[in-house]
């Protein structure tokens, strides 16, 4: 009997051995896939196709006019990201109460607002951006005549906007979207201020475009 005993420890040594590699086996597959499923996502995230919304504030204008300026800046955009998403919700034509236009950005759920505005109905913008940031936390980008020659005081004090967009917007809004989808900041983009921890940045401006070339306005997407 004394004899067997010495094989049944080598036995017993070798189930363990044999065990304790199998589980090491498996820890290291389940690691690997943690890390490739967590590397997945993150590509997922860089490469999401973003929507947008361009919003045009109350005009009280005596006549329609279609917003061309958001029409010439989604046909631009168009252009260079063919996939991604693009609404206009046009307030001067569609009338909308604050609960209406509430439930419209959550129907719609952008990733990026871009509204646009003149001196006389600026608050009115303004108020349409603090309300993306209280419903849905889009990004906020702002451009118009007001905007462009008082961003500082603006961004100061307007907290709502992420961004504004000074002088011809197409394609300085490119460069910014370019930017996010690949998760990096403003630095170096003409024709944009912004606050950055806490100090106003004001970037270069950005030289004229050439619109010999430059695409007819997206009417597709006007009310």
């Keep these: 009997m004394s004899s067997l ?8 040594i070798q189930i ?14 389940t690691e690997k896939a943690r890390k490739h499923k967590k590397t997945l996502k993150k590509v997922k995230r860089v490469e999401e196709v973003m929507k947008i919304l361009y919003i045009r504030p109350f005009l009280s204008g005596e006549k329609y006019e279609p917003p061309l300026g ?5 046909s631009y955009v168009h252009e260079r990201f063919p996939d991604m998403k693009q609404e206009v919700l046009d307030l001067d034509v569609l009338q909308l109460t604050k609960k209406q236009i509430v439930d419209e950005f959550r129907k719609r759920k952008p990733d990026i607002v871009c509204i646009s505005a003149f001196s006389y109905n600026r608050f009115d913008g303004f108020d349409l951006a603090k309300l993306v940031k209280e419903t849905i936390g889009a990004h906020v980008i702002f451009g118009g005549q007001h905007t462009t020659f008082l961003d500082k005081d603006t961004l100061e004090h307007i907290p709502w906007i992420d961004v504004i967009v000074r002088g011809e917007a197409e394609p300085t809004i490119v460069e910014v979207l370019e930017r996010w989808q690949k998760g990096k900041d403003l630095k170096g983009i003409k024709g944009v201020s912004y606050m950055s921890k806490g100090k106003f940045v004001r970037n270069p401006d950005r030289e004229f475009m050439d619109i010999t070339n430059i695409s ?7 009310p």
Excluded at 17 to 28: D, G, M, Y
């Design 5 to 12: 005993c010495p094989g049944k420890e080598v036995v017993s």
């Design 70 to 74: 958001i029409g010439f800046i989604a």
């Design 16 to 29: 363990f051995i044999k065990r304790k590699v199998k589980r090491c086996f498996l820890n290291i597959l």
């Design 216 to 222: 007819m306005p997206a009417y597709d997407l006007f």
